[in-house]
């Protein structure tokens, strides 16, 4: 088959693409109008999960060409374009533009649905709670830096749920203005600097490392001096015009969580996690009592963090963040969380959502 022969059938299939993209687009559309009548959720975490994979069998079972990655990437676009038509969807972030949740909110919703930066962990809760976004994005932990406090203490206070949870592969890259190869100083944020001084002091041992208050701000810096260069995510330079000096290899890449912040949790997907809070007098023992209540009810629990409790300066009351495996309508959490409730104990149910099983990265 000659070139101009390929290049024909090409367009054949493209004109195909357009018009069965505007075919499901019609049929989203209706589904959509069948959700608002009925009062559900637009997006729904464990619905597109399992459209994921589903696509991702079918082309395996076909043999194709594409990859897994590919084939998420593609309809995650797919998909963003038609919630953007259902409803403008907007999504609040922890800003500035182009910081690590910029991206992940990016790489979770596609580029066609509207995105808010807030400054602050309570500029998040403030836009999904006053119903100016429809949902936030933000960390919760960071596998070198341990769990981001401000988000579990502010699911403590607030009605807001976490709706969905999303894994991140951080990748790191160097930026400069020109691409120059005689770098003077390296800026970045002062944790993003100590996670990748070993390899920063290796690939650029001239450069002096500059702690920035944001990725973004490092960004700023690169771009006003050619031998001054950033430290952050690869949105962060095309955001700022950058050009990508080089990537940080995967021994110092780090794998991150997010929360997608809603104003309820998700129905049950067969596959959950639920985030509680107890909070429980602290004495010996404390955390074993809890823990073997939910042993004895047959409930997994994956991950523990404790905090103090705001206004108890006698340290007697303690908190513990518990992540379990299961939805929180199960019958066998409903039990365990009322045998904690009957020993003193108080629960909160921060949130059920799908467990996550795929790694986003950039």
């Excluded at 500059?210 to 690169?222: C, I, L, Q």
């Excluded at 629990?301 to 108890?312: A, K, L, M, S, T």
Aim: glycine residues 8%; proline residues 4%; negative net charge.
């Amino acid at each position: 088959m000659s070139l101009e022969d390929s290049r024909h059938k090409i367009d054949a299939i493209d004109q195909q693409l357009i018009r069965l993209l505007n075919e499901r687009a019609e049929l989203v559309h209706v589904i959509g109008e069948i959700k608002r009548k009925d009062g559900l959720d637009v997006y729904v975490p464990g619905r597109e999960e399992a459209l994921l994979k589903k696509l991702v069998a079918l082309n395996d079972a076909q043999s194709g060409k594409l990859t897994e990655r590919a084939i998420r990437a593609i309809f995650r676009e797919i998909m963003s374009a038609a919630l953007a038509l259902e409803n403008s969807m907007k999504i609040a972030y922890l800003g500035p533009a182009g910081s690590w949740t910029h991206q992940v909110a990016i790489s979770k919703f596609g580029n066609s649905v509207e995105y808010v930066a807030e400054a602050s962990t309570e500029g998040v809760f403030g836009r999904v709670g006053s119903t100016g976004v429809d949902y936030g994005v933000l960390p919760i932990e960071h596998s070198a830096e341990g769990a981001v406090h401000h988000t579990l203490d502010h699911l403590v206070e607030s009605d807001l749920k976490i709706y969905a949870e999303i894994l991140w592969k951080t990748e790191t890259v160097v930026m400069t203005r020109d691409a120059a190869p005689d770098i003077a100083a390296i800026h970045g944020h002062p944790q993003l600097l100590a996670h990748c001084r070993a390899w920063l002091v290796q690939r650029f041992p001239g450069a002096q490392l500059v702690e920035a208050p944001s990725s973004s701000m490092a960004a700023s810096r690169a771009q006003d001096d050619p031998r001054h260069a950033a430290l952050g995510t690869p949105l962060s330079a095309e955001l700022h015009g950058l050009k990508i000096l080089a990537h940080s290899p995967k021994e110092y890449s780090s794998q991150a969580r997010f929360i997608i912040l809603g104003r309820r949790t998700g129905a049950p997907s067969g596959t959950d996690n639920t985030m509680l809070m107890v909070h429980a007098s602290d004495k010996i023992g404390a955390l074993l009592q809890v823990l073997q209540v939910f042993a004895s009810h047959g409930v997994n629990v994956r991950q523990i963090e404790n905090r103090p409790v705001p206004g108890d300066p006698t340290g007697a009351q303690v908190r513990f963040f518990l992540e379990v495996g299961g939805h929180h309508e199960d019958a066998e959490l409903r039990a365990a969380t009322a045998e904690l409730a009957d020993h003193g104990s108080t629960v909160k149910v921060l949130g059920s959502y799908p467990a996550p099983t795929w790694v986003e990265e950039r």
